[in-house]
């Protein structure tokens, strides 16, 4: 049976010490650190995920400035909010929720944020300087997933690490950490052939993939360490509503050698790399 990685108590643990740090840092500082959600329109699943970081804001004592939008805004008003939030003093850190509807353009809004703002990693600033190694904001669930393997005390530097997915938010920078952290890594996409063969070669296995219970114990060697990014909603057999991930948590667990649970593992941690670079970028303002 495969050790489980417990993603909600590691994100206790750390969010109990950015606690401390800002409750010392306010005093000296004069205000707490801020952090601005920008949600449009009305996914609930979105909703949900926000209204997490806003509690866990709260808990931690960073201001939240969140502001959810109607679903009609335009990119030219959402622009000007974003111009108000890089220039608002107390706001260090903006996160623009993903998906935006079809109206929008994305990229565009991620371009305009200040760099030293951008609390989710993904303005081209932070992404390049992840490319070159250089310290910057990083990803929040990737920094999550290398979080997690840390605590577990799992070896990368020279293991097989496969990566399921090449999305700008998840894939892409999770494979450049491992890279960073010395693994050879092999990353599997939409188009990849023999999925199998090369997930069978995996040592340490991340699926960011979106779909539910995909990756099943016949694709994996035994003793794989296995990262779910996957977050699913699914109806069960009585039509009840729940959370899954990408991997086929009860087979796989019988022959990995650890693994993280949905919920529970990474999605927690998502959350706690969140505040924990709006707090870096709150302390690089001053020091
Ligand atoms: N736990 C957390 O904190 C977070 C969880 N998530 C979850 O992680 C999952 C992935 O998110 P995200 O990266 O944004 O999703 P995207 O849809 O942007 O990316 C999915 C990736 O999976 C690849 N893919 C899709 N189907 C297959 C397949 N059958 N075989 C191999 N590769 C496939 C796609 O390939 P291609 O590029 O060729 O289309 C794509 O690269 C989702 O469930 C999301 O909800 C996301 C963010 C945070
Ligand atoms: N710009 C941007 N950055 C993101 O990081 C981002 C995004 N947009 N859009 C949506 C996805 C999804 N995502 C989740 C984060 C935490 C949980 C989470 O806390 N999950 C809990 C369970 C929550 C529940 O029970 O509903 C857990 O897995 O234990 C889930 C999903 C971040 N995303």
Redesign the pocket.
């Known amino acids: 049976m495969a050790k489980i990685i417990d993603?909600?108590a590691l994100a206790k643990k750390i969010q109990a010490e950015i606690s401390t740090e800002i409750a010392a840092l306010k005093h000296r500082y004069g205000r707490a650190p801020g952090l601005a959600v920008l949600m449009v329109g009305d996914n609930p699943a979105?909703a949900?995920?926000v209204k997490?970081k806003e509690t866990a804001c709260h808990k931690v004592g960073i201001a939240s400035f969140g502001k959810h939008f109607h679903q009609s805004i335009t990119q030219a008003e959402l622009e000007l909010i974003i111009d108000e939030l890089n220039n608002d003093d107390r706001v260090d850190g903006i996160?623009?929720?993903?998906p935006l509807p079809e109206h929008l353009d994305a990229i565009a809004l991620i371009n305009r944020l200040e760099p030293t703002k951008d609390a989710?990693g993904?303005h081209p600033n932070n992404l390049g300087k992840l490319v070159r190694g250089e310290p910057g904001l990083r990803s929040?669930?990737p920094a999550g997933v290398m979080a997690l393997l840390a605590e577990s005390q799992i070896d990368i530097e020279g293991k097989n690490a496969v990566v399921i997915g090449r999305s700008i938010?998840v894939g892409k920078p999770i494979a450049l950490m491992l890279l960073e952290a010395n693994a050879t890594v092999t990353i599997i996409h939409s188009r990849t052939k023999n999925i199998k063969e090369i997930t069978r070669q995996a040592d340490i296995l991340i699926a960011a993939i979106g779909k539910p219970e995909v990756i099943t114990s016949d694709m994996i060697k035994p003793d794989t360490v296995v990262i779910d990014v996957g977050?699913n909603r699914i109806n069960d057999h009585e039509g009840k509503s729940r959370?899954v991930g990408d991997v086929d948590y009860s087979n796989v667990s019988e022959i990995a050698s650890h693994i993280t649970p949905?919920?529970?593992?990474?999605?927690?941690m998502?959350?706690t790399m969140l505040l924990k670079n709006t707090l870096w970028a709150y302390k690089s303002k001053f020091f």
């Open positions: 993603g909600k979105s949900a995920y997490n996160l623009i929720q993903l989710d993904l929040c669930t938010l977050i959370l949905v919920p529970g593992g990474v999605g927690p998502t959350v």
